[in-house]
């Protein structure tokens, strides 16, 4: 963690942006005034008094090049002379953004073009993939990713990333889980917040920022049954209370930009929605910047049922405040016939344009339209040089990132001696470790989990290596994974025959470390899955090797939780390795051999199987709460299978112990408005130095709606020696004991509110205190 912060504050000195600036975004940059010297709505205003229609629609319009026959490069390249692109995504060279620059400073009016890209967990240094990320409960970790993405990003010549996405999901079923941050609102906020100020520093153009565009807006990750695309059907209670906070954390944060969710919500898809994009987004936040649809989304409305054709599908958009259509040619083709038929007004895409143009500004565009790609003589003469990457960085983001879930008879760590059998497709997959959406990373330099651990023992120790069985062998899904990259590639001996030299190298070892999971592909966009166990004969070949008597570690690579029943029951020990990123063979190394004791904790509940799904740890208690002490038939449980979870949120084990006081409060009472204290003492009980996670959840047990048996509140991550022992306090203020109640409006009713503090959210240490109503306000509730 140490190394963590050092590691941010030295990229303090290569950005010219403070790294963690906990300012929002200064606004319109004065230093980025336009070489006219006018302020940003003046030059804006009489920048549109000179454009046409035609130009102004063309700022609407967001392409991703070679994507479609209207974006083949010289077609493009054509168009944007004509002032018809407003900025570009996919593209991701200096020497190819500096050529669509050049074409855009060859138009008319010379407007600058501004160039995204989806750089969500590391740019060409790739860091764990969101779940992983979320993992380390630890901020600081996850600036430094941040950090390192804009400058990599915007050394790019970028200026913009599609990130961060904090869609809350309570369904391990959907693929994009691996990109977010897991299912609970206040860490998911936290993250967003610390992601957007890493990404735009105190000045988004200043040479090693981005912009943030938030992500999608909105409930994405409520979608139904975790088939990705599907519809969400919520009340507005859960909304404002869940699922919408994220989202208005990362753009009080400074965001300067929103994508749009291609779903629809209660009816109505999120990129025709007035209520969403206006009432709540513009007129409730406050948010000032661009809103950008979602891939295809616009033409997306015939399908969803509210628009009959491209034409009423753009004027459904663009009225209801989606300004930039991504890959979509449905702004060009309607929006100047929409306007001449009156069934748009001028003041729609106005607005819209203003919004591009002011990104623009901010950007400091209009001053130097090559501000972030700079002149072609600096330009890196290997783009993918192994210079330009952050390896130690990404090493100790991925360290923490990993999460102990089992470990019998201290199995873990490892000695570097002996014979270690490495077993699994993914152990020696390069691509895989990346996780998906990796950016510009390069799989050729990504450090595999085998090599890793090879690495690590050097001439100490002899690696063995088996395949023992595809990742996914049914053809049906193999076709489905390589539609449109190559995510799978199968070895054609029989499952048995891998098998079989899986467990002869078993025998030759004195220990196996099984590497299991899924591929990248399988845990991404369009890859929703039915079934959440291990596929491929995975799960045949733990049990062939459990049979070999050899102690048998689990190592998973997987972008969702998976249910592991029997994994749980056999192995001697699993640790949880998600996507790890460029370093995350030797980060994985780092932990199995015990150079560094994990420390991640779980951002996602583990179902025991997919029948229990939704299964999150901040449920209601119901009027007949199933109670494990006493079992009863008429209680809400599954007669076939346990209530609770797998692994529990919040979850994650270390090679010491830690022991948790009871909490101390303050104070037993105490009025309106003030705060409590709560503390305990952890002590590090065991032989070892290591990290955790102390939680805070609280609950409002008696309430005007019912609310849920406890919520995060806050977290810190501690570093304890062995036997040493720190207090650790949270001050809980009015704003953690508030809801929506039944009138959509935040309140803090009075009452006794329960504190629970632990290491992770079912194992904790309980206290309550009382809150009283303010002096001469209404009389304290029951409870
Ligand atoms: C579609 C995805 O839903 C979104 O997350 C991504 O940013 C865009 N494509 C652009 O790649």
């Known amino acids: 963690m140490k190394k963590i912060r050092m590691l941010g504050l030295l990229l303090l000195s290569l950005a010219s942006a403070p790294a963690f600036a906990q300012a929002p975004m200064a606004g319109p940059a004065a230093t980025h005034r336009p070489p006219t010297g006018e302020d940003r709505e003046a030059y804006i205003t009489r920048l549109m008094r000179q454009m046409t229609l035609d130009e102004k629609i063309g700022q609407l319009r967001l392409v991703s090049v070679d994507a479609g026959p209207d974006a083949h490069k010289d077609v493009l390249i054509r168009d944007i002379e004509a002032g018809k692109v407003g900025g570009i995504f996919n593209t991701v060279t200096r020497p190819d953004i500096r050529l669509l620059q050049d074409a855009a400073v060859r138009s008319r009016l010379k407007i600058p073009l501004f160039f ?36 990599e990003a915007s050394g790019d010549g970028l200026n913009m990333t599609f990130s961060p996405m904090v869609d809350i999901s309570r369904d391990p079923r959907w693929g994009r889980n691996s990109e977010g941050f897991g299912e609970d609102t206040y860490l998911v906020s936290r993250i967003g917040a610390t992601l957007v100020h890493a990404y735009q520093g105190a000045d988004p153009a200043a040479p090693g920022n981005i912009l943030a565009a938030v992500k999608h807006f909105a409930l994405y990750g409520a979608i139904e049954g975790g088939r990705d695309y599907n519809t969400v059907d919520m009340s507005p209670q859960r909304m404002f209370q869940d699922y919408l906070p994220p989202y208005k954390a990362a753009i009080d944060a400074g965001a300067a930009g929103v994508m749009i969710s291609l779903n629809a919500i209660n009816g109505v898809p999120a990129t025709a929605n007035k209520w969403l994009l206006q009432d709540v987004l513009r007129k409730q936040w406050g948010f000032k910047g661009v809103t950008i649809s979602d891939h295809g989304a616009i033409m997306e409305m015939i399908k969803h049922g509210v628009a009959a054709d491209g034409a009423d599908a753009s004027r459904l958009a663009i009225t209801a405040g ?45 001053q130097n339209a090559y501000r972030h790609v700079g002149v072609a003589a600096d330009d890196p003469p290997d783009t993918n040089a192994e210079s330009r990457l952050h390896r130690q960085a990404a090493r100790e983001v991925a360290r923490e990132s990993l999460v102990l879930l089992k470990n019998d008879n201290q199995t873990l760590p490892l000695k570097k001696q002996g014979t270690i059998a490495v077993v699994g497709a993914l152990a020696k997959s390069q691509r895989d470790m990346m996780g998906n959406w990796s950016a510009a990373g390069v799989p050729g330099q990504v450090v595999s989990l085998y090599q890793g651990l090879a690495d690590a023992v050097g001439d100490k120790a002899t690696l063995l290596y088996a395949r023992g069985a595809n990742v996914v062998d049914d053809p049906e899904i193999v076709k489905y994974l390589n539609l449109y990259e190559k995510d799978i590639e199968d070895d054609p001996r029989t499952r048995q025959q891998m098998i079989d030299e899986a467990v002869e190298t078993a025998k030759k070892a004195d220990v196996v470390v099984a590497v299991v999971g899924e591929t990248q592909g399988m845990a991404h966009e369009a890859s929703s899955r039915s079934d959440i166990t291990l596929l491929g004969g995975q799960e045949d070949l733990l049990k062939a090797l459990k049979a070999t008597g050899k ?24 640790l949880e390795a998600w996507f790890a990123g460029t370093e995350g063979g030797h980060a994985v190394a780092d932990v199995l051999f015990g150079d560094v004791n994990p420390s991640g904790k779980l951002p996602m509940t583990f179902p025991r199987s997919v029948g229990q799904i939704p299964m999150y740890y901040n449920h209601l208690n119901t009027g007949r709460p199933f109670d494990p002490q006493h079992p009863d038939k008429y209680t809400s449980r599954y007669f076939d299978a346990p209530n609770g979870p797998l692994f529990p949120f919040g979850y994650g ?33 065991g032989q070892r130095d290591g990290a955790t996670v102390v939680q805070l959840y609280l609950q409002d047990p008696v309430a005007s709606i019912s609310r849920p048996v406890k919520e995060l509140k806050g977290f810190q991550k501690v570093v304890l020696k062995a036997g040493e022992q720190k207090e650790v306090s949270f001050t809980i203020k009015q704003d953690d004991l508030s809801f929506y109640n039944n009138d959509l409006k935040r309140v803090v009713e009075p009452g006794r509110f329960n504190v629970y503090i632990g290491l992770d959210s079912e194992n904790v240490k309980a206290a309550d205190f009382e809150l009283r109503a303010a002096k001469g306000e209404g009389k304290a509730k029951g409870g």
Request: aromatic share 6%.
């Open 653 to 685: 084990l270390s090679y010491t112990t830690f022991d948790v006081s009871d909490v101390k409060l303050s104070a037993a009472s105490v009025r309106m408005g003030g705060t409590v204290r709560a503390s305990v003492t952890v002590r590090n009980s």
């Open 322 to 366: 989606a300004d930039l259509s991504m890959s979509d040619t449905m702004y060009g083709q309607n929006l100047k016939p929409l306007l001449q038929a009156g069934r748009i007004k001028q003041a729609d895409i106005d607005r819209a344009v203003r919004d591009v143009l002011r990104v623009k500004y901010d950007l400091g565009l209009f």
């Open 116 to 151: 995204a890209y989806d750089v969500l967990h590391g740019h060409r240094t790739i860091f764990p993939i969101g779940l992983g990320l979320a993992s380390t409960w630890n901020l600081d970790a996850v600036a430094l990713s941040g950090r390192i993405s804009a400058i």
């Open 551 to 574: 102690p048998l570690v689990v190592v998973l690579m997987n972008g969702r939780p998976l249910a592991l029943g029997w994994e749980k029951d056999n192995a001697d020990a699993m």
